[in-house]
T-cell receptor
Framework: AQSVTQLGSHVSVSEGALVLLRCNYS??????LFWYVQYPNQGLQLLLK??????LVKGINGFEAEFKKSETSFHLTKPSAHMSDAAEYFC?????????????FGTGTRLQVTL | KAGVTQTPRYLIKTRGQQVTLSCSPI?????VSWYQQTPGQGLQFLFE???????NKGNFPGRFSGRQFSNSRSEMNVSTLELGDSALYLC?????????????FGPGTRLTVL
């Protein structure tokens, strides 16, 4: 079975500060990993994903994440927060084979950006 | 290209009733997945349909069912509604539903059960 743990249900940063959202996963086999963002009254939008290859993954809106197998982590970072980054962020995992498209999500981290 | 559309956006039902939610995937996408989002349980996978066949299923009771039509549009049905079924129901589509492929989410249908 796979699971995802997101540390911190709420994170608050100042505009221009570093954003760090934590995600740890549990999986018996190397998984595929995803970060999604959800704005109020909207669906989820993919920020970035790790499947194979380079462990540092760059996504949209200046976000990036690094897959660290030894730490079973996939933390999301952004060097400088913007007010428009305020949203809820979800880390997700799926199996890495065939038609295993089912996503298992973490509980989410709500990011607040203050002036 | 139009995104994933879900209808209706909001729905209010009473306990014991049944409800049908609709999802139109992005044109050309053949895989449609459904998720339930609640404050208590978070985002949970309901099922996935591909070429009119249920290919994957989550841990939900049989009251939750779905189907997919030949044009890839999908519906999910919840019978004998319970208060706990109040949630945002999200639909996601992808080309073939392969592992690692991006899934595109619709805005969701917010169901309130009174």
């Amino acid at each position: 079975a796979q699971s995802v743990t997101q540390l911190g249900s709420h994170v608050s940063v100042s505009e221009g500060a570093l954003v760090l959202l934590r995600c740890n996963y549990s999986s018996s086999v190397p998984p595929y990993l995803f970060w999604y963002v959800q704005y109020p009254n909207q669906g989820l939008q993919l920020l970035l994903k790790y499947t194979t290859g380079a462990t540092l993954v760059k996504g949209i809106n200046g976000f990036e994440a690094e897959f660290k197998k030894s730490e079973t982590s996939f933390h999301l970072t952004k060097p400088s927060a913007h007010m428009s980054d305020a949203a809820e962020y979800f880390c997700a995992v799926s199996r890495n084979t065939g038609t295993a498209s089912k996503l298992t999500f973490g509980t989410g981290t709500r990011l607040q950006v203050t002036l | 290209k139009a995104g994933v559309t879900q209808t209706p956006r909001y729905l209010i039902k009473t306990r014991g009733q049944q409800v049908t939610l609709s999802c139109s995937p992005i044109s050309g996408h053949r895989s449609v997945s459904w998720y339930q989002q609640t404050p208590g349980q978070g985002l949970q996978f309901l099922f996935e349909y591909f070429s009119e066949t249920q290919r994957n299923k989550g841990n939900f009771p049989g009251r939750f069912s779905g189907r997919q039509f030949s044009n890839s549009r999908s519906e999910m049905n919840v019978s004998t509604l319970e208060l706990g079924d109040s949630a945002l129901y999200l639909c996601a589509s992808s080309l073939e539903g392969l592992a690692g492929a991006e899934q595109f989410f619709g805005p969701g249908t917010r169901l309130t059960v009174l």
